[in-house]
T-cell receptor
Framework: DAGVIQSPRHEVTEMGQEVTLRCKPI?????LFWYRQTMMRGLELLIY????????DSGMPEDRFSAKMPNASFSTLKIQPSEPRDSAVYFC????????????FGPGTRLTVL | AQSVSQHNHHVILSEAASLELGCNYS??????LFWYVQYPGQHLQLLLK??????LVKGIKGFEAEFIKSKFSFNLRKPSVQWSDTAEYFC????????????FGQGTTLQVKP
């Protein structure tokens, strides 16, 4: 299996622009997680999907952030409009089913908002 | 609120030295515990996990961790580190069941000098 795939690996954009991050989970995994990693706050869960349905989005910082999972093999995290404080590494992870299972992380997208 | 504390932010060791990284959590109920590792330029990988049973857990690459419920701790150990162990190590905790949120510690950067 190719593992969790994320694109792009690096994104540099200007403040105010829309940013879309993409994730393909491991085939057969029913749970998908989006995390953000910064020096100040460490790793934070943004949103958790199970069977394509958002279960916990309490970590989404504000309305500028939105996430979708239209099918079992694809998810997006969108920031509109982006701000410099959104600069971080965004990780996607998947697991077979829920929190109890091991989460497999993707390589991350390093986002820089100028 | 549930939190995870990693006491050591930056550890520097020589090869063959013994390693112990501290992890404490604040949740009082039944928990699942994880240690993840992030090698330079790579994504997070699972080192080991504890759900139940023997509180001494063996992981990959010679790592082990001991769950001490009375101390709310899950410290990571390795008897003899190698230069290739240079990485960032994250402790993570979630409550048993499918509704818990995986909470990560701030991470510990381990630098092993050859």
């Amino acid at each position: 299996d190719a593992g969790v795939i994320q694109s792009p690996r690096h994104e540099v954009t200007e403040m105010g622009q829309e940013v879309t991050l993409r994730c393909k989970p491991i085939s057969g995994h029913n749970s998908l997680f989006w995390y953000r990693q910064t020096m100040m706050r460490g790793l934070e869960l943004l949103i958790y999907f199970n069977n394509n349905v958002p279960i916990d989005d309490s970590g989404m910082p504000e309305d500028r952030f939105s996430a979708k999972m239209p099918n079992a093999s694809f998810s997006t995290l969108k920031i509109q409009p982006s701000e410099p404080r959104d600069s971080a590494v965004y990780f996607c992870a998947s697991a077979r089913q829920g929190w109890k299972d091991t989460q497999y992380f993707g390589p991350g997208t390093r986002l820089t908002v100028l | 609120a549930q939190s995870v504390s990693q006491h050591n932010h930056h550890v520097i060791l020589s090869e063959a030295a013994s390693l112990e990284l501290g992890c404490n959590y604040s949740y009082g109920g039944t928990v699942n515990l994880f240690w993840y590792v992030q090698y330079p330029g790579q994504h997070l990988q699972l080192l080991l996990k504890y759900f139940s049973g023997d509180p001494l857990v063996k992981g990959i690459k010679g790592f082990e961790a001991e769950f001490i419920k009375s101390k709310f701790s899950f410290n990571l150990r390795k008897p003899s580190v190698q230069w290739s162990d240079t990485a960032e190590y994250f402790c993570a905790v979630t409550r048993s069941g499918n509704t818990g949120k995986l909470i990560f510690g701030q991470g510990t950067t381990l630098q092993v000098k050859p």
